[in-house]
Structures are given as structure tokens and as C-alpha cells.
């Protein structure tokens, strides 16, 4: 996967100037020992320049981990820690930043060796607020040298979507469809984030798709697609233009990112996308999320910057769904009733016309946009990619802006049944525990769209931890409540 930074952690060990050097120095060592016996070594910087005991000590470090690349800090108390210096070393950092502590290793370490790192993480906690210093502290964040090389670790992706949002910029083209005024929401929470956005007409898209006609790359693409599709190749007839759009799209990409490194895309796709291009560009998004330059549907900004993220903290593909159908009674006897613990208010068609990368679907074969054909000639409707998506871990999430500018979120876990749909476009069956209440107290009470983004796997601690640190209210991050935990607008006599 492109289109993401790569993180690097600096270490930077404190220690308060009433306790032993040599404690923060030691522990430090072991920590950076212990992460490179579990994990990749160039993940981590060690610094090594001093144990941050004062403001000097601070500016001295800060120096030496900017000089080494680092873009995400640990500060890591090895004893009691300097709550003045080692909280100014976060607030000077420019980049996400985490704090870890050391816990007492042996009941020879209870004296002399004691750091009362344990309290220490309560007087750093304390300062950062008062500086209005945001930082990923973990759930438990005091541990041995392995335990605190696992917290580490579980940063990464934290940091890794903290650093691409701050450099990224979303294009959009046209304005949302007619009847998707769900879709549409303020781009100030854009800017909130540090997200540049750039919106544009579908006309400019059309000249510049106009001008790459018989652009000499073409063959070169249309052969890639060929190769991608296999069996699936029932269109072929479509790939050459296609081919041209995708090359119309990073070639946008790449003269109007501008000073930003990153990029996601809400594209148009209809109502007059097909008669004018004579396509759908359903499968030229599938294939550019796969390298990890999400396209959403329906000029979805907050679509784009929901996969956008997704796609960051799993360092693999995602994709955009309506969260479309209920799933048949039959379907739901005959090949989920008594094999999988869900009832059939847990289930739920999740369905796009084919913007799913090929790589997410069981077998992919490309087709025409059937919804869009009963209005339109069925010929400007090809380009769908359609397939059942792999069963698996999925995680549906989305980050939102409200009408009034206020920024929520929603994260659930759960997976794709192995259960063939008999339906068409990318779509899956899938299976969330308490989906009913979670659709009714917090899609339809929240003001959700309809589109959510999937990631492919159990990313929710992540994202959870990404919506914190960007300013999600904890009380906005929104999740599928157990049974016996009532949403507030929920009737506690139903």
C-alpha cells in the first residue's frame, strides 16, 4: 500500500532529578531491546543523547529525534519523571505523541531501584492538560519493558493516521446527487483536522477525461485490468475507456496535491456521469483504494476521509457500503439459523454497485450497474465490479460531520458470514452482535448516511483511539452496545 507515511517512533526516557539516572537509562535500553526482539527495529529510535531531567535536557532531546526522522514521540518515565520538561518535550513535538511508564521489575528493585514511575504518569497526565497538550496515553500504561514494547507497537497505527491526516488532501467532484443530501455535510470539521479539501466540477473532470483520449498508456492499463480480472473480464469492450479515466484521475492526483503528500478522492458517478463519460467508474475506484487511494461514491467527502483512515491504520484495502437490505428469511433459516450466534436483526446486507477491490471479493467478474440500467441504456452502465466480499473480520466505522458542524463517530465490530448473497453489485453478508439497537440508537438517532466505511479485520481499538486524539468527543464515538448496556434513547421497557 501507498499513499501513507511510515512512522517512527523516538524514544526519549525521562527522569526526575531525585531519582537515579541510571534507572531511566537501564529501563530505556531493555525497552528498546524488547521491541526489537518482538517487532521491526526501524520502527524505533532510540535516544540517546540524554535522560530528560531538565528544560535544557528537553530542547537537547527534541533535537536529536527531529535530526533522526522521527515523526511520533514516546516519552517513557523509567522513574517518577520531570512533569515540567517532559511535558514541554511533547508540547514542542510536532507529531503524535504517547506516554508509557515503567513499572518495578522484582522485589530487589523496591528500594534503591524503586521509580514510582506509577505515580509519575498521574503528574505527566496532569500537565499535559494544563498545557492543552493532546497525547495517546494506553489503557494501562505502565508495564515492563515487553509490556510497554506491546504499547508501543499498538501506537503505530494511531500515530500513522494522526501524520496522514495532517497531510492530506481530498478532491471531490460535483456537487452530491440529487436526493443525497446525506452525503452532504460542512467541510469546517475539515479544516478542524488539518485536512485540506479541493472541490471541483464534474466538468473539469469531463475536459480533462476528454484530453487522455488516446493517451499512449492506455494499452498498458487496459492489460493490468485484463490481468486483474482474469475470468471475470466480461466487458472487455470498456476496459480502453476505463483505462483513460483512471489515468485522467492520477494524473489529477498528482498536478493538484499540491503542497500535500496525501490523497483521497469523492468522486461523481451519477446521474449524468454515464450518458456523458459512457461508463461507471465503479471498478477504476476499486482498483485505486486497492493501492490505497480510497475513492468514495456519490461525492461521500466524509466517506473518503472515513476510508481514507481505515485504510491507514490497517495498511490494507477498505471499502464504501450502503448499509443496503435485510437479509431474507430464507437465506437466514437455511445457512445462518443455528450455525452462527446472531439472530436476524444482528445481519444485514452491506452493498456498492462495484467499487469493491478485487482483492476483497470471493471470485469478481465486471458488469453492468443493473440499478442505473432501469432508467438508462444499459450500455453506459458498464464498469461495475461485482462479486460476494470475503468472509472474514470486518470493522464498519465512520467519521461524520453533523449539520451543525459538530464532529461524531461510530465504530463496529464484527464480520462477513461466509454465506453466498444471491444478490448482485460487491456485497456481503454481514453480522454485527446487537446490530438492531445499534441501527436505531445510533445510525437513525445519531443522523448517519447510509454509507460506511469496512475495514477488513478487528481494527476498533485502533480507530477508537485515532477518533480520541483528532477531538471526537468521547461521548460522540459511538459503538454497538452489549446487551444489558441501554443506549440513552433507548427504551428501557421494550
Same mark, same amino acid.
Given at each position: 500500500m501507498n499513499n501513507m507515511p511510515k512512522v517512527k517512533v523516538g524514544i526519549v526516557a525521562v527522569s526526575r532529578d531525585c531519582f537515579p539516572e541510571s534507572l531511566s537509562v537501564?529501563?530505556?535500553k531493555t525497552l528498546v531491546e524488547a521491541y526489537k526482539a518482538a517487532y521491526n527495529a526501524e520502527d524505533i529510535y532510540e535516544c540517546p543523547v540524554c535522560i530528560v531531567e531538565s528544560e535544557i535536557h528537553m530542547m537537547q532531546a527534541l533535537e536529536d529525534i527531529k535530526k533522526a526522522g522521527c515523526n511520533a514521540l514516546c516519552v517513557y518515565l523509567g522513574n517518577f519523571g520531570p512533569e515540567i520538561s517532559e511535558t514541554l518535550l511533547a508540547k514542542h513535538f510536532d507529531g503524535p505523541k504517547m506516554f508509557v511508564a515503567a513499572a518495578e521489575e522484582d522485589e530487589n528493585s523496591l528500594i534503591q531501584g524503586r521509580g514510582d514511575a506509577y505515580c509519575g504518569m498521574l503528574n505527566a497526565s496532569y500537565?499535559?492538560?494544563?498545557?492543552?497538550?493532546?497525547?495517546?496515553?494506553?489503557?494501562?500504561?505502565?508495564?515492563?519493558?515487553?509490556?510497554? !514494547?506491546?504499547?508501543?507497537?499498538?501506537?503505530?497505527?494511531?500515530?500513522?493516521?494522526?501524520? !496522514?491526516?495532517?497531510?492530506?488532501?481530498?478532491?471531490?467532484?460535483?456537487?452530491?446527487?440529487?436526493?443525497?443530501?446525506?452525503?452532504?455535510?460542512?467541510?469546517?470539521?475539515?479544516?478542524? *483536522?488539518?485536512?485540506?479539501?479541493?472541490?471541483?466540477?464534474?466538468?473539469?473532470?469531463?475536459?480533462?477525461?476528454?484530453?487522455?483520449a488516446g493517451d499512449p498508456r492506455i494499452p498498458e492499463v487496459v492489460a493490468d485490468m485484463a490481468n486483474e480480472l482474469g475470468a471475470g473480464n466480461a466487458k472487455p469492450e470498456i476496459l480502453p475507456k476505463l483505462a483513460q479515466?483512471?489515468?485522467?484521475?492520477?494524473?489529477?492526483?498528482?498536478?493538484?496535491?499540491?503542497?500535500?503528500?496525501?490523497?483521497?478522492?469523492?468522486?461523481?458517478?451519477?446521474? !449524468?456521469?454515464?450518458?456523458?463519460?459512457?461508463f461507471v467508474p465503479c471498478y477504476v475506484n476499486s482498483r485505486l483504494t486497492g493501492r490505497g487511494i480510497p475513492v468514495s461514491c456519490e461525492v461521500d467527502i466524509y466517506g473518503a476521509l472515513s476510508e481514507f483512515i481505515g485504510t491507514v491504520v490497517s495498511e490494507d484495502a477498505v471499502t464504501l457500503?450502503?448499509?443496503?437490505?435485510?437479509?431474507?428469511?430464507?437465506?437466514?433459516?437455511?445457512?445462518?439459523?443455528?450455525?452462527?450466534?446472531?439472530?436476524?436483526?444482528?445481519?444485514?446486507?452491506?452493498?456498492?454497485?462495484?467499487?469493491t477491490c478485487s482483492s476483497k471479493l470471493s471470485a469478481c467478474s465486471m458488469k453492468y450497474q443493473m440499478?442505473? !440500467?432501469?432508467?438508462?441504456?444499459?450500455?453506459?452502465?458498464?464498469?461495475t465490479l461485482e462479486g460476494d466480499i470475503v468472509?472474514?473480520?470486518?470493522?464498519?466505522?465512520?467519521?461524520?460531520?453533523?449539520?451543525?458542524?459538530? *464532529?461524531?463517530?461510530?465504530?463496529?465490530?464484527?464480520?462477513? *458470514?461466509?454465506?453466498?448473497?444471491?444478490?448482485?453489485?460487491s456485497i456481503g453478508i454481514f453480522a454485527i452482535p446487537e446490530m438492531g439497537r445499534f441501527y436505531r440508537h445510533v445510525l437513525i438517532e445519531k443522523n448517519y448516511p447510509h454509507h460506511g466505511a469496512v475495514a477488513f479485520g478487528h481494527y476498533g481499538k485502533a480507530l477508537y483511539e485515532v477518533f480520541k486524539y483528532i477531538g471526537v468527543p468521547v461521548d460522540e464515538i459511538n459503538f454497538n452496545q452489549p446487551k444489558g448496556m441501554l443506549y440513552k434513547t433507548e427504551n428501557p421497557f421494550a
Open positions: 537501564n529501563r530505556r500537565n499535559l492538560k494544563l498545557r492543552n497538550v493532546g497525547a495517546y496515553i494506553p489503557e494501562y500504561p505502565v508495564g515492563l519493558a515487553s509490556e510497554c !514494547a506491546d504499547m508501543i507497537h499498538e501506537f503505530l497505527p494511531i500515530a500513522r493516521a494522526v501524520i !496522514a491526516l495532517s497531510d492530506l488532501k481530498i478532491i471531490s467532484f460535483g456537487p452530491r446527487p440529487l436526493n443525497f443530501l446525506a452525503c452532504n455535510a460542512p467541510i469546517k470539521q475539515l479544516y478542524n *483536522l488539518n485536512v485540506e479539501i479541493e472541490e471541483n466540477s464534474e466538468l473539469d473532470l469531463f475536459e480533462a477525461f476528454n484530453k487522455h479515466y483512471e489515468l485522467t484521475l492520477l494524473d489529477w492526483i498528482e498536478a493538484h496535491r499540491g503542497y500535500r503528500k496525501y490523497v483521497a478522492i469523492a468522486g461523481k458517478c451519477w446521474p !449524468a456521469f454515464q450518458t456523458q463519460f459512457g457500503l450502503d448499509i443496503n437490505n435485510t437479509v431474507p428469511n430464507f437465506i437466514y433459516d437455511q445457512d445462518i439459523k443455528g450455525k452462527y450466534e446472531y439472530t436476524k436483526k444482528d445481519i444485514f446486507m452491506g452493498f456498492h454497485c462495484g467499487n440499478i442505473m !440500467a432501469r432508467s438508462l441504456p444499459e450500455e453506459v452502465t458498464q464498469g468472509p472474514g473480520d470486518i470493522t464498519f466505522f465512520r467519521l461524520q460531520s453533523t449539520a451543525d458542524c459538530k *464532529l461524531r463517530a461510530y465504530i463496529a465490530q464484527g464480520e462477513v *458470514l461466509p454465506v453466498a448473497t444471491r444478490s448482485f453489485g
